[in-house]
Nanobody
């Protein structure tokens, strides 16, 4: 199981953070990823965090967003800085065994959490 928290609304240039917690009972060393769905677009692979690597699949956020893992709780925090209107989306947390750009490549999926960036 995975559970998201955080999100909300911010103005352009502002910051928000999302967190995703995975149940260690399901995954000994959980990989935690994020997908996002921008309004009017298909859901896309956004990022993935594992013990070995931190990946952002969306080029535009690499200099603005960071991910960090709280190992004791297997929670990954997605810090979003210098937000842009185009970051507005529903962000979905996923959990699994390996990083994948496929939705079906994971074992657990969150309900999604909204992020709105507007002035």
């Amino acid at each position: 199981n995975v559970a998201e928290s955080g999100g909300g609304s911010a103005q352009p240039g502002g910051s928000l953070s999302l967190s995703c917690g995975a149940s260690r009972s399901n995954f000994p060393n959980p990989v935690i990823g994020w997908f996002r769905q921008v309004p009017g677009h298909e859901r896309e692979a956004f990022s993935c965090n594992s013990i070995e690597e931190n990946i952002f699949y969306v080029e535009d956020v690499k200099d603005r967003f960071t991910m960090s893992r709280e190992n004791a709780s297997d929670t990954v925090r997605l810090q979003m800085n210098n937000l842009k209107a185009e970051d507005t989306a529903v962000y979905f947390c996923v959990g699994g065994l390996v990083c994948s750009k496929r939705w079906s490549g994971f074992e657990a999926w969150g309900q999604g959490i909204e992020v709105t960036v507007s002035s």
